[in-house]
């Protein structure tokens, strides 16, 4: 074989090695483009499988409890105006984020979101995802800022405990899965969208009527009082705050009327014992401080 | 190719399957959040994330869980802010293991979403949404809040 054959099947054994590279090079593509597309079916598969896992309140996703709440809150805030008090709203957030900071949520979908209503009536009420509300009635008689930093924490409590999920009805939660259906959309055509607002529908009626009407289940309340006295002590507040407020409502000529906190939360006498015990079991304690019962008189004042 | 971009789409599809296949990835499950130098709130913040922004899980300490970003920005970020794929485990309570977190960002705005919402306001009128979107707005800034448990003698978390 002279130098110039050689060169030849140097050539041709170059070119076929490059070929059979680029026929792997293409195997291992269409492999690849195939196991990808696998996946995508794999990964539909898995949508369904989740699902049809969705059965119970705690599978409502993060943003969907989101959207729960939005509207709950705007069905409060049709029936309670919001007091438009910037300084006020201002340091009420300032409290309510502290506690809510020591709580097991302290990230929450769109943050933590507090507002005072303007009505005498006495309340304090949790939407879900994390918008909170207490009305003026309420401000007025907390003694100090343990006080109202231990009633919202009360409520960070019904929301990181997502209580306000737990009061929907079983065959509501069901058809609110069955509606949104097991395929990856997010834009419905009519009919389903129909179908799913109607679904939305009655999750809110269920959480709205508990809230404003019939209230949570009593263990319900005990629990989110157990974490009021624990988020007021992780946060340094003084948990006896919520047993000093409790005392104030004993006897209140209020309670006559039945309105909002007295409809919709056990009797004062009964919870006193409970929180005492609670912060029994927490021994030591933080202790009051001045300097927040002077900030508390301050900004409250436009309300008193 | 006849369908290039259905290719491009598999291929970006499989990559993130590969990305979950690694363990412990986590998801963003909050509109917005940060990763911060230590694990406490108040710390320098590292980076910004975003609701379905994927994690690697790298160490644990509380309630806080050390990550790593796609960007390979390491810090520390509070488990409220996070969770598992959901996908995953689906696929694990189905006794498979299918690698899916590819269709995660699917899942956003699945439900009851923003449609849903404007749906509804349509036939309630009594709803007051222009107040709920004014009472979200006021966003409470962390040197805010860090000035006020200063000022109150107050720990909060940290």
């Known amino acids: 074989m002279n130098a110039r054959s050689r060169a030849a099947r140097a050539l041709l054994l170059a070119v076929l090695l490059a070929a059979g590279a680029a026929c792997s090079l293409i195997d291992q593509g269409t492999e690849i483009l195939g196991k990808a597309e696998d996946a995508v079916a794999k990964g539909d598969k898995a949508v369904k499988a989740y699902g049809k896992l969705r059965s119970a309140f705690g599978d409502f996703t993060e943003e969907e409890e989101y959207y729960i709440g939005r509207s709950v809150a705007a069905l409060i805030l049709g029936r309670y105006p919001a007091l438009n008090d910037a300084a006020l709203n201002l340091y009420v957030n300032k409290v309510g984020n502290a506690v809510a900071l020591s709580s097991e949520r302290p990230e929450i979908f769109a943050g933590w979101h507090f507002q005072a209503l303007d009505t005498d009536e006495v309340n304090a009420m949790a939407a879900p995802g994390g918008m909170i509300f207490i009305t003026k009635g309420l401000l007025k008689r907390c003694p100090d800022e343990e006080s109202l930093a231990l009633i919202l924490a009360h409520e960070v409590g019904h929301v990181a405990a997502r209580h306000g999920l737990q009061s929907i009805r079983k065959a509501n939660v069901t058809e609110a899965f069955t509606s949104i259906g097991l395929e990856a959309i997010k834009t419905y055509g009519p009919e389903q969208l129909a179908r799913v607002t109607a679904a939305f529908e009655g999750v809110l009626g269920d959480i709205v009527g508990t809230l404003v009407e019939r209230g949570y289940d009593r263990k319900l309340e005990y629990e989110a009082d157990e974490s009021a006295v624990l988020f007021g002590c992780r946060t340094g507040y003084d948990p006896a705050g919520l047993a000093r407020f409790l005392k104030t409502m004993v006897g209140d000529m209020s309670a006559v009327s039945g309105k909002g906190w007295f409809k919709t939360h056990p009797a004062p006498e009964q919870r006193i014992d409970r929180v005492q015990a609670e912060i029994d079991r927490l021994q030591p304690v933080p202790a009051p401080a001045a300097v927040r019962t002077q900030r508390f008189k301050s900004a409250v004042s436009a309300v008193r | ?158």
């Open chain 2, 1 to 158: 190719m006849k369908h290039p971009r259905k290719a491009v789409l598999a291929a970006g599809v499989l990559a993130v399957f590969c990305l979950a296949a690694a363990a412990d990835v986590l998801v963003v499950k909050i509109q917005s959040t940060q990763i911060r130098a230590q694990a406490q709130f108040f710390a320098p913040v590292v980076a910004g994330l975003k609701a379905g922004d994927a994690l690697t899980q790298i160490g644990v300490s509380g309630a806080w869980i050390q990550v790593r970003t796609a960007a390979g920005l390491s810090g520390w970020i509070h488990q409220s802010a996070v969770e598992v794929p959901r996908y995953a485990l689906a696929a694990a309570a189905g006794g498979t293991r299918t690698q899916a977190t590819a269709s995660e960002a699917a899942l956003a705005g699945k439900g009851f979403n923003k449609q849903v919402e404007e749906n509804f306001r349509t036939g309630h009128a009594e709803a007051d949404y222009a107040s709920v979107d004014r009472m979200l707005q006021n966003k409470m800034l962390w040197s805010q809040l860090k000035e006020f448990l200063d000022q109150g003698k107050l720990g909060g978390g940290r």
